[in-house]
T-cell receptor, first 114, second 111 residues
């Protein structure tokens, strides 16, 4: 089975712009979660989608949003980029339908905001 | 944020020795725990997990121990190899499929 894929792998944007990141989960996985990783804050949960519905959300401002499509692929969007949004954005997929179990991570998208 | 990432603690071991990486978790209600390994430039890779109804679980060269009384988790790696060098994260599973990650420990294996 192919693993979780994320595109693009690297991205450079300037302040005020917006960005869309894409994630394709492992085949058969319907849950997709997004995390932000920075040296200062570590790995932080952004949100989780299941069957095209957001089921859980972390403590991030409304500039961070996401969606999931009927084929379980997911996108996250960050609007009005700030310098502090520079981070590695990780997507993880899981076969879970309820509760919690292992999440499999993609390689991440490295976003740099100038 | 809920995950605090300060200066990573570092564990340095000799090749062939056993490694023990420790982690404290915060939520008494957490019923699922997981260890990840992250190499430079890659996403976290699943190592082993354990549910709260267990105290110990073994995998290939790895063992996870869970002490719910003191909210402590540990990862033991037997016969550590240079390829084990990476940052190791513990995470606790809370409601809604959310994982809360620890700050990570950098493991350095000396040949």
């Amino acid at each position: 089975k192919a693993g979780v894929t994320q595109t693009p792998r690297y991205l450079i944007k300037t302040r005020g712009q917006q960005v869309t990141l894409s994630c394709s989960p492992i085949s058969g996985h319907r849950s997709v979660s997004w995390y932000q990783q920075t040296p200062g804050q570590g790995l932080q949960f952004l949100f989780e989608y299941f069957s095209e519905t957001q089921r859980n959300k972390g403590n991030f401002p409304g500039r961070f949003s996401g969606r999931q499509f009927s084929n379980s692929r997911s996108e996250m969007n960050v609007s009005t980029l700030e310098l502090g949004d520079s981070a590695l954005y990780l997507c993880a997929s899981s076969y879970r339908t309820s509760g919690v179990n292992e999440q499999f991570f993609g390689p991440g998208t490295r976003l740099t905001v100038l | 944020g809920e995950s605090v990432g300060l200066h990573l603690p570092t564990l340095s071991v000799q090749e062939g020795d056993n490694s023990i990486i420790n982690c404290a978790y915060s939520n008494s209600a957490s019923d699922y725990f997981i260890w990840y390994k992250q190499e430079s430039g890659k996403g976290p890779q699943f190592i082993i997990d354990i549910r709260s109804n267990m105290d110990k679980r073994q995998g290939q060269r790895v063992t996870v121990l869970l002490n719910k009384t003191v909210k402590h988790l540990s990862l033991q790696i037997a016969a550590t190899q240079p390829g084990d060098s990476a940052v190791y994260f513990c995470a606790e599973g809370v409601q809604g499929g959310k994982l809360i990650f620890g700050q990570g420990t950098e493991l350095s294996v000396k040949p």
